[in-house]
């Protein structure tokens, strides 16, 4: 059985969490952590309903899933992401990333804003991340800048993402080829198919 440790269960973390969850109740050991709660406002993006409002986020893919165990905690340093087999980022947390990219462990690292998204390995050439993670400081909503909080202004490519990092993780597991790294560029992409299919 592989150890795998998820860090978010927001809107990456709570799709990618029951895809494994399907196929790896006899592959997976999840552990997941995430100190947030559930909110209104998530419920619009994030695998959860108004019934679990209030309720932590890792506790709630706890109760939920067989294969996952809940620790709603942050993760503050190195010594958490060892005796995992692979270590997966879907937080919106720039401290994180660099805590997991300056470790020694297997990583995926998961990340969706608005139309785009991006998967990374602890495979890519460390001197590509700076240009792969290239942008503003902060912390970011994978609802993107521009999210008027509305449903019509939902995007759905941190969906995408955690089913991108769902294949790549089962294609690891498996010793198959995966890539290094994938950008996701969902309206580029949407726009290219609209006018071949003209």
Not at 15 to 38: Q, W
Not at 81 to 107: F, I, P
Not at 167 to 177: G, K, T
């Amino acid at each position: 059985m592989k150890k795998i440790m998820i860090i978010g269960a927001g809107g990456i973390g709570s799709f990618l969490i029951p895809l494994l969850d399907m196929v790896g109740k006899d592959r997976y050991a999840v552990t997941v952590y995430d100190h947030d709660t559930i909110e209104r406002k998530n419920l619009t993006y994030q695998n959860y309903c108004k019934e679990e409002i209030g309720m932590n986020k890792a506790n709630m893919m706890g109760e939920r899933y067989g294969t996952v165990n809940a620790e709603p905690y942050k993760v503050l340093s190195g010594q958490q992401l060892e005796g995992y087999d692979l270590v997966v980022c879907c937080a919106d947390n720039l401290d994180v990333r660099r805590t997991m990219y300056n470790s020694d462990v297997d990583w995926l690292d998961l990340r969706a804003q608005g139309r785009n998204g991006l998967l990374i390995s602890s495979q890519e050439d460390s001197k590509m991340y700076p240009t792969l993670t290239s942008g503003p400081e902060g912390n970011f909503s994978c609802q993107g800048d521009h999210w008027d909080k509305s449903t019509a202004g939902v995007h759905f490519t941190h969906v995408a993402v955690a089913g991108y990092g769902a294949e790549w993780i089962q294609r690891h597991f498996n010793d198959e080829e995966t890539h290094k790294h994938i950008h996701v560029r969902a309206w580029n992409e949407c726009k290219k198919i609209s006018k071949k299919s003209r």
